[in-house]
């Protein structure tokens, strides 16, 4: 596992949309895994900057985002559909077609999911997947308790994450209490996963993730099996690091 600490958020945004724009770069058709939340603001952001001054080409690239709520309308501003439109697909030259994330008004969730797995296999697999991570070590969706080779599937929220993404939503009722995600296997099969975190907040979820012992009440302590993980931290989401050189 390879450890970048940058000294800001803002900086490590900036060096988690480097990375990727550098494997988009050295492969014009990279299929991408792509996440949600305040953390990719800034990564997307960046990404949209290059598109714009330094012709990052998104054109043969093909994503798959991590998740997305059961039951809300694509077209909800509290969507993940809604977030990629916004904040990267209206933004650069990305085809919609090849733009994937879950159906969260789909009649059969069972079904669905295994067709999302399905969309991934025939896009030859994931060559690069974004990750954030939640307050309780989760990556997409996947709660503590979450077996670590699960493909996607509904995941019924847990009491943390709902209290923090309720915020997100204009009336935090309406905060859904299912999810479909991603599971931790099929993250885990990504030829490279980057995943970023800021903030305080997040420095004793992250020493927990890297530097304790693999279990399942954290679904991110799985990223130590993974042969190609970068961790991308600011400052003081990696103070609780014992072993922490800012770059």
Aim: with cysteine; net charge negative; proline share 4%.
């Amino acid at each position: 596992m390879e450890i970048i600490i940058r000294l800001d958020a803002d900086s490590a945004a900036c060096e988690a949309a480097r990375l990727i724009a550098e494997e988009l770069r050295a492969n014009p058709q990279l299929v991408l895994g792509l996440a949600t939340g305040r953390t990719m603001e800034s990564v997307y952001h960046n990404l949209v900057r290059m598109h714009q001054e330094e012709d990052l080409d998104f054109s043969g690239c093909r994503t798959f985002n991590l998740d997305e709520y059961v039951g809300l309308a694509t077209d909800d501003p509290s969507s993940y559909h809604h977030f990629m439109k916004e904040r990267l697909f209206s933004k650069v030259n990305i085809d919609p077609c090849n733009t994937h994330l879950p159906d969260p008004k789909a009649s059969h969730l069972k079904a669905e999911c295994k067709h999302y797995e399905r969309l991934i296999v025939e896009a030859g697999g994931i060559d690069l997947q974004l990750l954030g991570i939640g307050l309780n070590g989760h990556l997409g969706f996947n709660e503590p308790f979450s077996a670590l080779q699960s493909r996607t599937h509904v995941q019924t929220l847990d009491r943390v994450t709902r209290n923090q993404n309720a915020l997100l939503f204009s009336d935090p009722a309406r905060m859904p209490h299912q999810a479909i995600t991603m599971g931790v296997g099929t993250i885990l099969e990504a030829r490279r996963c980057i995943l970023i975190a800021t903030g305080s907040n997040k420095a004793d979820i992250i020493a927990r993730s890297i530097e304790g012992k693999m279990t399942a009440m954290i679904t991110a302590t799985a990223l130590q099996l993974h042969p190609a993980c970068t961790v991308v931290l600011d400052e003081a989401a990696a103070s609780n690091l014992s072993r922490m050189q800012v770059k």
